[in-house]
């Protein structure tokens, strides 16, 4: 079975500083994503990481995968207020089609 | 920008109603998934449904309920009978391809009482 562990499950940061999530998968996998969801809102996808190294920016975002380590990171660099959201990622089972098993959360709160 | 949309945005109901969650993928998008997310958890995969059969479902997804794709448009979940535990947000995803972004729709949110 699949499992996805993300930490931290909450961060409190102060506008301006760097941060890492990290998510951590049990099984194989070359596939995995990113998403943000807004209280009461959907999820966004954010990035989508299909490879070994594979390396995404957008913004004040960075997505990577290791997939020998079974990692992936978010980094955030010089947070801003308006990144506030519970980050997801979601990874898909090599033996398992393409249904996406999701991580617990984090929850981002930037101070201003 | 094309979007997945979902109706009702709400939907209250007694324990052991029938209920059908709507959902219009995009367009050109042929792989289908529902979702759910009881308050404060994580995301959990329902079903998938691809050419017109469903391709994979979790244990979640059990006899009591069903996806259909009734024209050329609309996607819909129904439960048959409904439990207080099936009180959750449901999501619909569409995706053009297996390796590619699966697009969520804004969500339905079930209430059971």
């Known amino acids: 079975e699949l499992k996805v562990e993300q930490n931290p499950l909450f961060l409190s940061m102060q506008e301006g500083k760097n941060y890492t999530i990290y998510c951590n998968y049990s099984?194989?996998?070359?596939?995995l994503y990113w998403y943000r969801q807004d209280p009461g809102k959907s999820l966004e996808s954010l990035f989508v990481l299909l490879s070994n190294g594979a390396v995404k920016q957008e913004g004040r975002l960075m997505a990577s995968l290791d997939t020998k380590a079974r990692l992936s990171t978010l980094h955030i660099t010089a947070a801003v207020h308006d990144l506030s959201a519970t980050y997801f990622c979601?990874?898909?089972?090599?033996?398992?089609?393409?249904?996406?098993?999701f991580g617990g959360g984090t929850r981002l709160m930037v101070k201003p | 920008e094309p979007e997945v949309t979902q109706t009702p945005s709400h939907q209250v109901t007694q324990m052991g109603q029938e209920v059908i969650l709507r959902c219009v993928p995009i367009s050109n998008h042929l792989y289908f998934y529902w979702y759910r997310q009881i308050l404060g958890q994580k995301v959990e995969f329902l079903v998938s449904?691809?050419?017109?059969?469903?391709?994979?479902k979790s244990e979640i997804f059990d006899d009591q309920f069903s996806v259909e794709r009734p024209d050329g448009s609309n996607f819909t979940l129904k439960i048959r009978s409904t439990k207080l535990e099936d009180s959750a947000m449901y999501f619909c995803?569409?995706?053009?391809?297996?390796?590619?972004?699966?697009?969520f729709g804004p969500g339905t949110r079930l209430l059971v009482l």
């Open positions: 099984t194989t996998s070359d596939r």
């Open positions: 979601a990874v898909v089972n090599n033996n398992a089609g393409n249904m996406l098993t």
């Open positions: 449904f691809y050419n017109n059969e469903i391709s994979e």
């Open positions: 995803a569409s995706s053009d391809d297996l390796q590619e972004t699966q697009y």
